[in-house]
């Protein structure tokens, strides 16, 4: 198999993984086996993959309250994400952060973040790391459109400027910052003329295709790793469910929602495209389907069967020593 | 053994770990202090002097001027060090601490804990807090107990010149992030610092001084002002303890409470505002733990609770002076 099809077999192989745990996610939450606050992904899909199939092992990532789909885009183990959902003892995070703190950094995932922009700073410091370092690394922060407006996002816009700094911020316009749209909240309205009045570049692209996402971060990646400094990558894509789950979702025009699933939907996309250049064969396509499928049933089927957290643990790990 | 101020105690923890050690980077606000500018590449060396030299030493990939930006760069901080860096962050002024508090608090001090115990975070944070040099409300705050309330961060606040060395390189050397306190009006104070490397342990407080009658606790700067109290409270025949815990989390319980059974009567004394601070923090600690072998109510002398004022007769009447401090030793002793 030549590195094309691989790439492409690994992207379908994500972009379903992610659709598939986001609707059990969905479905487990509303039976009430999954706790807390959750914020699903689905329909968003392309975004995260398109730009995680640049990076490798030595790069990282910063994600955001929305973050299962990064989670699994960067490489994070599915079935331990689900057992963290679960709050199990065997979650990813040992039942301490739940959805919207999960992290890994052993595979480059700095974590989903409670605090809107947060991780904006933070991938700047890992991106100073790469850089002091020399290890070749570049840091992705994957945002919403809502933290484009953070200050957090815009100090860090200029700090990674001025330090020039392999980092590329990737702004998901998914049309709503919880229940207001981006077309009212951003002002100026154009986040790639923001992004050039800090003097980086910016690249747009069509989020709910993988290609297009894929080839524009191939750009953004590209220039960090040659040491050009970091870019804005700016997507505009649509969540399939509301804000957090539970949200009636009652701002967006009825039918919206079908209408984007039934024409926006990236997946669809990605098969129409992959079957009709002859890249992959609706047998491949199909067994990856199945494979994620029995993937998915066997995470919840381990994480509903974990135990929970011992309560000693309540009181370990604020420190590293004591 | 040397004679150092407290500036170069620091100065010289800071350059020794870089040393020994080249992950450890420093990042602030005009910490070289002329970067990009036509003129000299160090020209502040921080805004007190603190880091000057060394980026001549260890160049600017490793002393990294920043825009005023702390949001950011503090964030930048907390990033690089869950990634392999130990880097030594300067907070100018602690009073700045509201614009990055977030990466502090809702970052850095919890990566650890929510991450499930798999990362480390070993960042410092170098600030500068206190009052006495007129520079009013947003530049002479003491801002401690804010970040000894938040679980995962570590607060140093040395009294002199040997313990801010031995403490500095203790929190480099620490794989959590800490705070590290450096008071504004002590960075000439002079004092005997070794020119070899050394650690002072944190959570392990200091007694400098016994008597039988009552024990004082006092937190960075107020040990001088404590120490005054002392000798006046002296002339009128009262012994005192004085014991600085050096890291207020960890906080020396055991040292605290042991000193203060010793004489059943205890002075806090602390520069901070008094709700919910330090000070009332070891109060309650004593209160709780140590109850039977009071003789007195524990009292506390800080500032009030009020912003810092400029006027120089009412700052220093903001100050815990000795004064007030050897009257509540007085009060204790004859209760």
């Keep these: ?322 | 053994m040397a004679r150092k101020t407290y500036r170069e105690a620091i100065n010289q923890a800071l350059d020794q770990e870089m040393a020994r050690d080249d992950r450890v980077i420093l990042i602030g606000e005009d910490i070289a202090g002329g970067t990009g500018a036509s003129g000299a590449q160090d020209a502040w060396g921080g805004v007190m002097g603190v880091t000057k030299g060394l980026i001549g030493k260890y160049g600017p990939e490793r002393v990294l001027d920043t825009p005023i930006s702390e949001l950011a760069l503090v964030g930048a901080g907390a990033g690089a060090a869950a990634t392999g860096l130990r880097p030594v962050v300067e907070l100018m002024f602690n009073d700045f601490l509201g614009v990055c508090l977030d990466q502090l608090m809702n970052q850095a001090a919890k990566f650890r804990y929510m991450f499930g115990g798999r990362v480390r975070a070993p960042l410092v944070v170098r600030t500068q807090y206190g009052a006495g040099l007129r520079a009013a409300a947003q530049h002479s705050q003491t801002l401690y107990s804010i970040f000894a309330h938040i679980p995962g961060l570590k607060v140093a606040v040395p009294s002199n010149p040997y313990d801010a060395k031995g403490l500095l390189m203790s929190a480099i050397r620490d794989d959590d992030p800490v705070i590290f306190m450096e008071h504004k009006a002590m960075y000439d104070d002079i004092g005997e610092v070794p020119d070899e490397a050394y650690t002072v342990p944190f959570g392990e407080g200091r007694v400098l001084q016994e008597g039988k009658d009552v024990t004082v606790i006092a937190i960075g700067r107020m040990l001088q002002t404590a120490e005054k109290a002392i000798q006046a409270a002296r002339a009128d025949g009262i012994r005192c303890s004085l014991v600085d815990p050096r890291t207020i989390s960890p906080l020396d319980e055991g040292l605290i409470l042991e000193m203060a059974a010793e004489t059943g009567r205890v002075v806090i004394v602390d520069e901070a505002n008094p709700r919910c601070g330090v000070a009332a923090d070891i109060a309650s600690l004593i209160c709780e733990q140590a109850f039977g072998d009071l003789q007195a109510p524990v009292v506390k002398v800080t500032a009030p609770h009020t912003p810092v004022p400029f006027a120089p007769v009412l700052e220093d009447a903001y100050l815990p002076s000795a004064e007030r401090i050897a009257a509540a030793i007085k009060q204790v002793r004859a209760y």
């Design chain 1, 1 to 322: 198999m030549s590195r094309r099809d691989n790439q492409l077999r690994q992207a379908f192989w994500k972009m379903t993984a992610i659709r598939r745990f986001e609707e059990r996610v969905h479905l487990e939450n509303e039976k009430g086996s999954i706790p807390g606050f959750i914020h699903l992904y689905a329909g968003q899909e392309a975004c995260a993959v398109g730009v995680c199939m640049e990076l490798g092992e030595r790069d990282y990532i910063a994600s955001t309250h929305r973050g299962h789909g990064h989670a699994i885009a960067k490489g994070c183990d599915i079935t331990a994400m689900m057992h963290e959902l679960h709050a199990k003892q065997g979650g990813i995070c040992a039942g301490k952060a739940g959805s919207m703190h999960m992290a890994d950094l052993t595979v480059g995932m700095m974590g989903a973040n409670g605090i809107v922009g947060a991780g904006n700073p933070l991938v700047c410091g890992a991106a100073l790391t790469a850089k002091t370092r020399k290890t070749g690394g570049v840091a992705v922060s994957f945002m919403g459109d809502g933290a484009s407006n953070q200050a957090a996002t815009l100090e860090s816009f200029n700090l990674a400027v001025v330090w020039k700094l392999p980092v590329i911020f990737v702004v998901e316009d998914n049309g709503y910052a919880e229940a207001t749209p981006s077309s009212w909240s951003i002002g100026g309205g154009d986040l790639i003329k923001r992004a050039e009045g800090f003097g980086m570049p910016g690249f747009s692209a069509d989020g709910f295709d993988y290609f297009a996402v894929n080839e524009a971060a191939g750009k953004a990646v590209a220039r960090a790793r040659n040491g050009d400094g970091p870019s804005l990558l700016y997507l505009t894509c649509t969540r399939y469910y509301g804000h957090f789950e539970g949200d009636a979702a009652t701002y967006r025009a009825r039918g919206e929602v079908e209408e984007l699933m039934e024409k926006r939907d990236c997946l669809s996309a990605f098969k129409s495209r992959v079957l009709a250049g002859g890249m992959m064969s609706a047998d491949e396509l199909a067994g990856i389907e199945a494979e994620v499928a029995d993937l998915i049933d066997t995470s919840v089927r381990s994480a509903v069967a974990d135990v929970e957290p011992d309560v000693s643990r309540l009181t370990t790990d604020v420190y590293a020593t004591y």
